[in-house]
């Protein structure tokens, strides 16, 4: 049995955590400029409008009807371009069964030109908006750090996000039609 002391402590550590979750969440949605929407798991994604590398518009809603991971990143993202081969590999593997791997690079479009030109992917590739507020952060991503992915179903509704890299037995769940995030 507890003392009342310790009770008295053991409450006071439990508010203080609760407090300090709550403030780094508070601070978190600080980050989003005021009237800026970020989509969440459950929302359906904006329809953004992007440039290929060429230059010529793409919207996100041209993917609808396909399951659809969003693969953010950039040329100097040492963990991203690591990430990059199991994309490629995972865009083979499911691209005939109705998922698709996107690329929304969050770089200077020079910068992304000359990697994909070294290194193509098997996947097409955005550009996103780097100023505020920036295309990962609309998406979902409130602390813009990269790599970042969110995965949609055929509605373009948000199923699940990943900061981080995604190793290969997540892509293989994300993108398999008949499994769940």
Known sequence: MLSRSNLFILGLALAV???GGWLQHASRLARVPAGVRVAGVG???PDLALLDPQGHERRLSEFHGK???INFWASWCVPCLAE????NAAQRKFGDQGAIVL???MDEPSRMRAYLTAHPTAYPVLVGRLESPSTSLRLGDV???LPFSVLLDGNGRVLATQ???????????????????
Do not use: F, H, Y
Request: proline residues 11%; glycine residues 8%.
């Open 17 to 19: 955590a609760a407090a």
């Open 43 to 45: 929302d359906v994604r």
């Open 67 to 69: 399951r659809t991971l």
């Open 84 to 87: 990059m081969p199991a994309l």
């Open 103 to 105: 690329g929304i690079a």
């Open 143 to 145: 602390d813009e750090v």
């Open 163 to 181: 900061r981080g890299p995604l190793g290969k037995a997540q892509l293989a769940r994300w993108l398999s039609p008949a499994s769940a995030p």
